[in-house]
């Protein structure tokens, strides 16, 4: 398609500083600025004031790598924007349902491939005899179990301090 | 992408779903904002994050759905495809390549396609 459509409507919609946050916050791994400006359709100086800025916030952490800086979202920034969402949307009684629907998934899936961690499934999956597509379904449920388990930690931060979260009021 | 379709000007709300597992975000639309009337129009999108990503952005309506996904499937040579049906018909699937590679580009370059394939409706 006309790669220039999209483009224009994401620079009328987000600013500038709005698109880098978004790449930034998507990257797997740690990228450049010349990278994150690239995807963010900004030139790399601009990226870079951003970038910074983002890093002043806590929004993003830079990594120093052999080919310079790399930036990539800061985890507790993610984590607590998730919490936050959770307490927002949600009270404590639906968030400790929500941790029994996602242990009985997690207990489905250690039935399932007879495997006690993420990390063993994925051992599991690399072992010779498996074929292709078996172990990219293994690889798959692992990182759902991972998705998971995030999940469930997020959730039991949420209930344990609800009340703090949700408080109107913070100490100085 | 919760974030980059939220911001989007056709979008009404996008949520996590179901809301333990988070498995799938789900939008409400409101394409009448393009000069389509329909009820009920909703975007599914899941997103697998293995080292090529794989995703689907699946459009629905009443009596028609359609989608711009990247997974394996045995309808189309490669991973990126687009399917749509009416109604309860065939799915028809065409090969496509995506221009995006982050989850925001991706996201408003999906947006762009639906736009475009409702004004073609």
């Known amino acids: 398609m006309d790669e220039s459509d999209w483009e224009a409507t994401w620079q009328e919609h987000a600013s500038a500083f709005d698109r880098v946050r978004s790449v930034v916050l998507a990257v797997p791994e740690p990228q450049p600025a010349e990278w994150i400006a690239d995807h963010a359709r900004v030139a790399e100086s601009t990226a870079r004031d951003h970038l910074d800025r983002l890093a002043d916030m806590g929004v993003v952490t830079s990594h120093a790598t052999d080919g310079g800086t790399a930036y990539g979202p800061d985890p507790a920034y993610v984590r607590f924007r998730e919490i936050r969402e959770l307490t927002t949307e949600y009270d404590s009684d639906a968030l400790s349902e929500f941790v029994v629907d996602l242990k009985e998934s997690i207990a489905e899936l250690r039935e399932a491939y007879d495997a006690d961690t993420p990390a063993d499934l994925r051992a599991a999956a690399a072992e010779p005899g498996v074929d292709a597509e078996e172990a990219r379904a293994m690889a798959r449920a692992a990182g759902d179990w991972e998705h998971y388990a995030y999940r469930l930690s997020l959730l039991e931060d949420a209930i344990t301090r609800y009340d703090e979260y949700t408080a109107s009021n913070v100490p100085a | ?121």
């Open chain 2, 1 to 121: 992408m919760i974030d980059a379709l939220r911001r989007h000007p056709v979008v009404t709300a996008a949520r996590g779903q179901p809301p333990s597992t988070f498995t799938e975000v789900s939008a409400t639309l409101a394409p009448h904002r393009w000069g389509y009337d329909t009820a009920d129009a909703t975007l599914r999108v899941t997103w697998q994050p293995l080292d090529q990503p794989e995703f689907a952005f699946h459009y629905s309506e009443d009596s028609f759905d359609c989608g711009w996904h990247r997974e394996p499937n045995p309808h189309v040579d490669g991973d990126a495809h687009y399917q749509e049906r009416v109604g309860t018909d065939e799915y028809r699937y065409e090969p496509i390549r995506f221009d995006g590679e982050t989850a925001p580009e991706l996201t408003w370059e999906v947006m762009e396609r639906l736009r475009k394939r409702l004004d073609g409706r």
